[in-house]
């Protein structure tokens, strides 16, 4: 791999940076992750070699004690990778017990989910931009949503990455993917695309 290559930001560095934004707490951050603190401090020393300095940086005492925020550097690559929390999709729907538990946001969208609730009451759920896997077409695969979506536009970023614009039931969807994918699949405005998620990525807000 070039060294180019290695500077790229994977879809789990994002996450983790993403999540560190919005919840300055290294353990929780990773166990929203589904990795563990040991993985997430590796992560994190990779970025800090690669790109000359730390991304985040953990603060011990005083008003910060047990805190882990991101540096300059790490806000500043964040924001180049499109990792601004706003960028999550949410969706609002209600919540359905059966035949396994779900999310109907309207006549002809729901997404399975991995969490319970009351049955019937109104949820809001996110999706992260890096969560989806892309295809042109519907293929076997563990996650059990399959979005057939309509590409809107892709847009290249100068780091290696590119941001998906697509229309899933009537709403509007943000996907993260490397350029090279996006090339490699022909993503381009009204190809339709399949946008797999695992229940597990559908996280409820407010929970």
Known sequence: ???RTERWLTPLDVRLLRRLAVQPNLVRAARSLGIGRDRAVYRLA??????????????????????????????????????????????RGVFALRPSPRVRLGPAAELEVGFRCRDGAPVTVEVDPDAFVVARHHF???????????VDRVRPHRDGTAELRARWAGR????????????????????????????????????
Request: glycine letters at 12%; charged letters at 20%.
């Open 172 to 207: 509007r969807v943000r996907v993260a993917l490397t350029a090279t994918s996006a090339t490699r699949l022909g993503l381009a405005p009204g190809r339709r695309a399949v946008l797999y998620v695992k229940a597990v990525s559908v996280r409820r807000v407010g929970a």
């Open 46 to 91: 990779r970025l800090r070699r690669l790109f000359g300095g730390p991304l985040a940086a953990a603060h011990r005492g005083g008003s910060h004690h047990g805190t882990t925020r991101l540096t300059t550097l790490g806000r500043r690559l964040l924001d180049r990778a499109g990792g601004h929390a706003r960028g999550t999709n949410r969706f």
């Open 140 to 150: 076997p695969l563990s996650a059990r949503n399959a979005l057939d979506a309509t």
């Open 1 to 3: 791999m070039t060294a």
